[in-house]
């Protein structure tokens, strides 16, 4: 396996992405290679990521984290898909020719934010893969831009087309005890305003430029949608230290069919003897 610093420093190295598309993902070109090595890391780290998975990058953007994966997944393949026809061109054509096995789409899903005209809804989105498809999905910063709706497609979607025991790595800004003290202390980014239902949005004009989710809502979301919390990694976002990331961090794991039945017995079965609420 090939150490960070060789990654970064590999003769050939891809070219980075014009400024204008950075812009678009809200990244300064001095921060592209290595924030994308930080996630990079963090996947490779927190999920147990190996050289032969089947790796699906949900929003993927200009392919900040494309660009480490492509030295790192020798055997294993990457499907990215973005709403962004720009970003997934200039992934296309600077990434895929020079790695096969490096496949990028774009769908035509509407986001308020970052593709308004899009033809499909993302609460009624299907993605283009077939089920159980993917050892590891993840997305980077795009939960962060999604309303309830459609955070609940998406888990759906990721649930579908993961492997029975596959792990999924998301953020998000998510609401808690401690980070909702955080919003009123100045210098907080981003500043959330506004309550829209149980989520917090910087701009009534654009709620999907930035979104925070409580985090009890997003447990129970996924824990719906068959998987399994293994870890959170609280960000900084909210005036945090020493975390591991700036976004929160939420890593899960798809149930296996049989894991998946027995817990909806067991959940069935606790609520008819009221320990759940309905
Ligand atoms: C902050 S950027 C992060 C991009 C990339 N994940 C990264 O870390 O560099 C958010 C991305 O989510 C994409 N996006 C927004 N809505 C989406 C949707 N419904 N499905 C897929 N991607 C979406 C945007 O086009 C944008 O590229």
Same mark, same amino acid.
């Given at each position: 396996?090939?150490?960070?610093?060789?990654?970064?420093?590999?003769?050939?190295?891809?070219?980075?992405?014009?400024?204008?598309?950075?812009?678009?993902?809200?990244?300064?070109?001095?921060?592209?290679?290595?924030?994308?090595?930080?996630?990079?890391?963090?996947?490779?780290?927190?999920?147990?990521?190996?050289?032969?998975?089947?790796?699906?990058?949900?929003?993927?953007?200009?392919?900040?984290?494309? &660009?480490?994966?492509?030295?790192?997944?020798?055997?294993?393949? !990457?499907?990215?898909?973005?709403?962004?026809?720009?970003?997934?061109?200039?992934?296309?054509?600077?990434?895929?020719?020079?790695?096969?096995?490096? *496949?990028?789409?774009?769908?035509?899903?509407?986001?308020?934010? !970052?593709?308004?005209?899009?033809?499909?809804?993302?609460?009624?989105?299907?993605?283009?893969?077939?089920?159980?498809?993917?050892? *590891?999905?993840?997305?980077?910063?795009?939960?962060?831009?999604?309303?309830?709706?459609?955070?609940?497609?998406?888990?759906?979607? =990721?649930?579908?087309?993961?492997?029975?025991?596959?792990?999924?790595?998301?953020?998000?800004?998510?609401?808690?005890?401690?980070? *909702?003290?955080?919003?009123?202390?100045?210098?907080?980014?981003?500043?959330? &305003?506004?309550?829209?239902?149980?989520?917090?949005?910087?701009?009534?004009?654009?709620?999907?430029?930035?979104?925070? !989710?409580?985090?009890?809502?997003?447990?129970? =979301?996924?824990?719906?949608?068959?998987?399994?919390?293994?870890?959170?990694?609280?960000?900084?976002?909210?005036?945090?230290?020493?975390?591991?990331?700036?976004?929160?961090?939420?890593?899960?794991? $798809?149930?296996?069919? $049989?894991?998946? &039945?027995?817990?909806?017995? *067991?959940?069935?079965?606790?609520?008819?003897?009221?320990?759940?609420?309905?």
């Amino acid at each position: 396996m090939k150490t960070e610093p060789e990654l970064a420093a590999r003769p050939g190295a891809l070219p980075i992405p014009p400024a204008d598309l950075l812009k678009i993902i809200g990244v300064l070109p001095q921060d592209y290679v290595s924030v994308g090595r930080h996630l990079f890391r963090v996947l490779r780290v927190h999920t147990g990521l190996r050289p032969g998975h089947k790796v699906l990058d949900v929003g993927c953007g200009c392919g900040r984290v494309a &660009w480490h994966l492509t030295e790192y997944l020798t055997r294993g393949t !990457y499907d990215g898909f973005d709403v962004v026809p720009e970003l997934v061109a200039w992934c296309r054509d600077n990434i895929a020719p020079r790695h096969p096995n490096f *496949r990028f789409e774009h769908v035509d899903v509407a986001n308020f934010h !970052y593709h308004k005209r899009g033809a499909i809804q993302a609460q009624a989105f299907r993605f283009p893969y077939a089920d159980d498809s993917f050892h *590891r999905v993840f997305l980077a910063s795009v939960f962060t831009h999604l309303l309830t709706d459609d955070f609940r497609n998406y888990s759906a979607e =990721i649930g579908r087309t993961l492997k029975p025991g596959g792990i999924a790595l998301m953020t998000f800004f998510l609401l808690n005890d401690e980070s *909702r003290r955080s919003l009123v202390r100045p210098g907080t980014r981003p500043r959330f &305003w506004h309550q829209s239902g149980r989520l917090m949005i910087t701009r009534r004009d654009d709620a999907e430029s930035a979104v925070a !989710y409580p985090e009890d809502m997003v447990r129970s =979301i996924l824990h719906e949608n068959g998987f399994e919390l293994q870890q959170i990694l609280f960000g900084a976002w909210c005036g945090r230290e020493q975390t591991v990331s700036y976004q929160d961090v939420v890593i899960v794991r $798809k149930r296996g069919r $049989k894991e998946h &039945w027995a817990g909806a017995v *067991r959940d069935t079965a606790l609520r008819l003897t009221g320990w759940l609420r309905p």
